[in-house]
Nanobody, 126 residues
Framework: QVQLVESGGGLVQPGGSLRLSCAAS????????IGWFRQAPGKEREGVSS????????YYANAVKGRFTITKDNVKNIVFLQMNSLRPEDTAVYYC???????????????????WGQGTQVTVSS
């Protein structure tokens, strides 16, 4: 059974940082690419970042480029999203998702991901 569990969300002031984690079980990050998505109230789910399975290539949405960094630990089967210089518009529920489709170039749309976590709330506010 595949399970993705996000953690690390919370309340942070503008300009602050958070690190989200996505712990995967039932799959191997050597064969599955991971994407981070977010969804704010009243808005569609949008891709934030992705990391490929084989070469670890990383991709970012323009809105977060230069502020967010995605990394993974294939041994521990965990993906991290380091979020710096957070802005109020980053407020959303953040989800990680896994796809076995390869190669992954860019951030595939949500429909390409077979497995999803439950989400973690990130709130950026003073």
């Amino acid at each position: 059974q595949v399970q993705l569990v996000e953690s690390g969300g919370g309340l942070v002031q503008p300009g602050g940082s958070l690190r989200l984690s996505c712990a995967a079980s039932g799959i191997s990050l050597n064969y599955y690419a991971i994407g981070w998505f977010r969804q704010a109230p009243g808005k569609e789910r949008e891709g934030v970042s992705s990391i490929s399975s084989s070469d670890g290539g990383t991709y970012y949405a323009n809105a977060v480029k230069g502020r967010f960094t995605i990394t993974k630990d294939n041994v521990k089967n965990i993906v991290f999203l380091q979020m710096n210089s957070l802005r109020p518009e980053d407020t959303a529920v953040y989800y990680c998702a896994a796809t076995g489709k390869t190669p992954v170039i860019g951030i595939p749309p949500p429909g390409e991901y077979a497995h999803w976590g439950q989400g973690t709330q990130v709130t950026v506010s003073s």
